[in-house]
DNA sequence: ACAAGATGATAAAGAAATTCAACAGATTCC
DNA sequence: GGAATCTGTTGAATTTCTTTATCATCTTGT
């Protein structure tokens, strides 16, 4: 009963019609009441995480295929804008492939990091997925609390939502090829 | 309070101390008490969806982002040279960047072309986008009609349904980074 | 036309969530 | 040595979710 970015209840409901099941089919199906549908769908209550659950073992969908359903179902619509660009101190070059293209799902970067080179204490958090291959050097990598020294060869690939740094510790520059989808910049 | 199939408190912990925040700050920011999110992540409550929501926008995480995070034990973020998937044949050395991973947006391969190593006569044309960096040695790319030859730090980006070749003309090996949306491999 | 069954909505009672306020254990500071 | 401030936990009060039971509406079949 407040602002949710995501509407539950309307998504439930279009959700259960697509299956082709009443309010009652699922409710017995999820072992709750009909009642108890009806009002998650009119928005009058916010389920709690289990009832939703339950709700939609019924269907059957996991949780995180209910909350993904946007994404997938009008992926370029709701993307919000990419944030955070505060890579760009002197010592971090980034080399865009393609940026003048006007729609792409990527962005394929050649970064070369100088020593000591950092993306700052201050953790990177945006949307998507990124990986990469170290080309040249090495490079001090951090996602999450694992931190790892990658070098020539080695690779990485995560989840842009977990927080992230990159830090070349060595002496010399630190050459790599990475992309990010959607695009990052 | 019930079996849920995931462990939403153990879940919410770990995300809240991957961004070091304390159960006071996280409240605090999200606009919920302390003790609420204590019970949670102690699995003694199952919390409404908006309250969970307004827990992870004081992160900030979006819903989706958490029920799809896979935390379960050790996230693969880091992969070695050594065990980077080959699924090359002969003369083409094709290295896959998080090859175990479930759910990805993207493949990213760490190729090697032998000397007049080909991708062969016949065009290569898939749904999609692909880019890449040329970090060794050159590569002669076909695109359509145009054919070009590319050197280290050369680059392209392309429509995948236009038919393609790679071909390594030169008598050295050549080695890039590519990556393509959706995952080709 | 009427009964029988299905649909979704709702009030009140019951169960579980959330908040409030207090607690004990660490750490820091003077 | 404390006082101040941080950490996470918890009992009781409050708010919200969930069920029970009932209602009105719409089909379907005879």
Redesign the interface.
Known sequence: ??I???D?GTHLKAVRQMYGLSQRELAKRAGVTNGLISLIEQNR?????????KVLDGIPM???D???L??AGKPEVFFPRAELADIGSGSVEL?L??GR?AK???S?L?ERYAPNADTGEEMLTH???E???I?KGTIE?S????T?L??????????S???HRFRNPGREDCEL?S?S?PPTF
Chains 1, 2 share one sequence.
């Open positions: 009963m407040n949710m970015s995501i539950v209550v916010s389920p709690s995480v289990s009832s939703l659950k996991a949780l995180a209910f909350f993904t946007d994404l080399r492939v393609g293209l792409r799902s990527m394929i050649h949307a998507g997925e990986g990469g291959v080309v990598l996602v999450g609390g694992d790892r990658l070098g020539a060869g080695d690779a990485y690939y995560f989840k939502s977990i927080p090829v992309a989808s």
